[in-house]
């Protein structure tokens, strides 16, 4: 309770000092509310970090006043806005709250004559009130000046430089004021810029800004692969101050291509924030060197947005779509200049797909977040998807080429959900390439290239991209994930994601590296066999970094040379951003209202040719060579399944139950618990599935 207590003296204390650097500017101080209030219309709580009681469903503050003959400026602070929030002086909209979870001051006009002689009411109420939404919001303050004087009254130039070389480079800057909070700035008639409540990217390595007198903590950065620079700094009004911060690319990704393969815009998109020209510059600013195009339901190229920009030498714009159905949302790329938009209005996965693979130039269908229910379709819920064997229900196939395991704007509560989807996929036999996104819309708030993935390519001039071959290599699954971390993974010091690994004798050597920028943590790193956890290594977070620059561990391991064909895939995961700089954000469809932050990384797959045919066999098809030589006998069955792994066994009992058989009879359960563990680990797998499959299907 003294923490608390501690806690929120600070606040108003600080709170009370930005009202200070106020009046030192002129600006008469009207009205001052030195508290956060949480807000929630509707509901349950959203997260657990909040009481299970909302204080209001609204903000109200009555307070007396006159007239103003000029327009005046309100000043608020706002926290885990997620839903539209109105505000409202006397019922007059002077706008919303920015739709940003992020804590940040922000701003809005009070035009002349809009306070009233005596009484006057301030209120915050949700747009939508029947959306669940916890929000703080509160440090309120009218100020008797208007909004440029308020914002402007001094100025900063930031230079980011590349910290060898002193070329400026394109980057992101964060601002944060003294308490902690995101600091709307402004910027004005400034090329290449894209700016938000205390972001502002720039194409040039310049960015020009003013803001209120005060004390901040400034930041730049270039994304994943570069350090974090920061500075304080001290602004008095009317002064003119200069920055230079030098940042270093930490992170070695020598012959892999950073792609976004989920990018969209407000211009053609016509939700989010960002216009395409924003979203040119916040591609060059977070190192985004092969971007696709994916608006809903059009094929846009981005090329001629990069030259008006001046940026076309940064990354080599591909044509995409986010084909928009009703039946999953897929992004199909690369799309033949003036070729059509696929068909959206069609209603069954085996149409949609030829229509998609139909397209002219189109080699890549991702299924996206495929845990998010759109037009009330889930595509891998319950309702349609067993999880424990990758099959659809209904018998639908699911015929495309690669699927998001990681969207950093819809992020799952359990960060690594869909990378156990992919993998059940691969025991199935969809040869599926796991991709990591961004699905970005903003330009600040679920910002591009968080999530990203690296296709193994040349990216010796990242102006000309060669796109065919970076095409080869995604279909083939020469891939790796990032979230923050990037994890590598090699098979007897020669095979990659994506490979098959010729392999001999008594065990095969694994080597994983884990790396990173100094300003993010790993703190476990696991090995999956056929989706199966094999081994899992903690990396204190006193070691994370102490094996060189950008590299947070790196080991090996000698696996035992399983006894047929199985998939390796290497996953590292750490603590998530907490800092406004490259916050992790909450899920999007949250399953419940624990959450805990994790960047991770993700390798491809590197599949072991056990059984020496030269093909990578999945459990799918080891199982179904199982049933078909059982003929229907349940015993025999279940002895073949003794020398396969537990991934096989899942799929064997989805095949033997799919054949009319039943697992739930008394013989069957009896004669189950006499098989091995795995083989009962598997099946109990299929059934539990299974189980929840039925029940979805009930409610």
Known sequence: MMRATLVQATKFLLFELLLICNLAQGQEILVREPHMHHLRATGPREWSEFPEEAASSSFDLTFEAQENQTPYTLQLRQQDVKQRWMVLLND???????????????????????????????????????????????EVAVLGAELSSVIGSCTLAVEVVDEITTELLPSRVTVLNEAGAMQTVQVVNQPGIASRPGTVYTATGVAQMSMPA????????????????????????????????????????????????????????????????????????????????????????????????????????????????????????????????????????????????????????????????????????????????????????????????LNSSATQTNVLQLCHDWMTFLNRGRHITPIGCSDSHDVARHFVGQGRTYIRCDDGDVGAIDIAAAMDSLVAGRVLVSYGLLTELVVDGQFRSGDLATVHGQAVQVQVRVLAPHWVHATTVSLFVNGQLWQQHPIPVADSGEQGEGIKWEGEWSLQMPAHDVHLVAVATGPGIEQPYWRTAKPYQPMSPEWNSQVMGCSGAIWLDVDGDGRKTSAYEYALKAVEASRGELSSLLVRLASYDRAVAAQAACIYQTNGNSWLDHDAQSLLKSAPIEVQAGVRDFLDAWRSNQMAESE
């Not at 730049?220 to 230079?244: D, T, V």
Request: charged share 20%; net charge negative.
């Open 214 to 405: 005060g004390r901040y903590e400034i930041y730049a950065g270039r994304g994943f692969e570069y350090s974090l620079a920061s500075a304080e700094i001290q602004l008095a009004r009317e002064q003119n101050a200069k920055l230079r911060l030098g940042i270093r690319r930490e992170v070695p990704t020598p012959g892999l291509v950073a792609c976004d393969t989920h990018v969209h815009t407000r211009t053609h998109s016509g939700h989010g924030d960002a216009t395409v020209q924003e979203r040119m510059v916040t591609l060059a600013a977070e190192g985004i060197e092969l971007p696709i195009a994916t608006d809903h339901n059009v094929n846009i190229d981005h090329r001629p947005f990069a030259a008006e920009l001046g940026v076309s030498q940064y990354f080599t714009p591909v044509i995409g779509n986010e084909v928009t159905t009703t039946r999953g949302h897929f992004n199909v790329f690369p799309i033949a200049e003036g070729a059509p938009p696929p068909n959206h209005r069609l209603e069954n996965w085996q149409a949609i797909f030829d229509e998609i693979y139909g397209t002219p130039g189109v080699r890549i269908c991702i299924m996206n977040h495929g845990r998010d229910i759109h037009s009330g379709f889930r595509p891998l819920g319950h309702v349609h998807h067993n999880s424990a064997v990758g099959e659809n229900v209904h018998g639908w196939q699911p015929e495309m080429n690669a699927m998001e395991v």
């Open 92 to 138: 007059l909209l002077l706008g919303e709250l920015h739709i940003d979870e992020n804590d940040m001051v922000v701003y809005f006009e009070i035009p002349a004559r809009a306070l009233l002689a005596g009484k006057n009411q301030l209120r915050i109420e949700q747009g939508n009130p029947l959306l669940i939404d916890d929000i703080l919001v509160g």
